[in-house]
């Protein structure tokens, strides 16, 4: 088969950091590659997912894990999930639009208040509709999504204490059509660069700042090349665990229920990870020398209602999945 071929000679390439080998060779060795570092909670319990799978399938179903853009930058790991050389793919709701238009329909910029919202939203209708424009578009997805988290603001140069503050900024944004449009909106000057390259576009200069959750920035040391962090919560970000639809149906019932029920209670404390992560990471960060500051978030959502973004992006995602996504946050944007 075409697509096994494909699978060994990326497997030749790079060899996964965490494997725990079955004592024989197994039916099924599957691939799973995501860009965050070894250290994010997402690939711990990734690992623990894995050991769990192969016990609860009897050593049938082997997982191989491709922590921190092992196997390609997102965009181009995108594109291996979908010819199947890639068999699971964990990448954000918002990077996914570039294939399903409207899975990143969670983006919409200050559109949620906290977690509770997220996590009543993304376990209920308005994730219930992602899921299905994501298998509409041909792909397999989890139930549940993990958290990457509510996306802050950096600069090497200066604090961003009003939307001013973002007019002509050079801002690293991730490879979306929403994200481009969030930040011209903001009069910014945004440049799509795949996670994979963002240290060094910001160790070299090519940009003067990015956007990411606490979580991203702490492990991906995001803090030896940037100063100044602004708590604006702009957006929550999540990864869905996608799968290929052929590799996904080649897999007998039973094993496809222990894959998922592992990936899914691997979510739901990769998401208690991250909560736990948050208590302390503004601490932790400026020990290693960030510069905080507070936003009023009001003053950012109102210039992108002034800008015309929600009027674009309700025309876009359609009248449908915006009703959803303002009954998931109880108002109108
Ligand atoms: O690319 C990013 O900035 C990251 C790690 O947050 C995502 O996967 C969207």
Known sequence: RRNILLGAAVGALAT????????????????????QPLDHPSNIRLAEAQKAILEGTDGRFDLQIFPSNQLGADTDVLGQLRSGG?????LSPVILSTLVPN??????????????TVWKAMDGDLGAYA?????AGGLVVMDKIWDNGFRQITSSKKPITTPADLEGFKIRVP?????????????SAPASINFAEVYTALQTGIVDGQENPLAIMK????????????????????FWMLGNRRAWQ?????????????FNAAAVKQRADIAEMNKTLKTDLEGNGFVFNDVDPKAFED?????????EWKKTFGDEAWAILETAIGRKL
């Open 103 to 116: 899975a990143s329909i969670n983006g919409v910029g200050f559109a949620f208040p906290d977690y509770d």
């Open 250 to 262: 080649a897999l007998p019932e039973d094993v496809q229920k222990v894959v998922a029920d592992n």
């Open 303 to 311: 210039k992108l209602r002034e800008a015309g973004f929600y009027a």
């Open 219 to 238: 492990v991906a040391k995001l803090w030896e090349v940037q100063k100044y962090c602004s708590l604006t919560n702009h957006m929550w970000d999540g």
């Open 131 to 135: 899921r299905g424009q994501i298998e």
């Open 16 to 35: 996964p950091f965490i494997r725990v080998r079955p004592a024989m060779a197994a039916e099924f060795s599957y691939k799973v590659a995501n860009n």
């Open 86 to 90: 890639v068999e699971f793919f964990q």
């Open 175 to 187: 490879v979306s059509p929403l994200w481009t449009s969030l930040f011209t909106a903001f009069g």
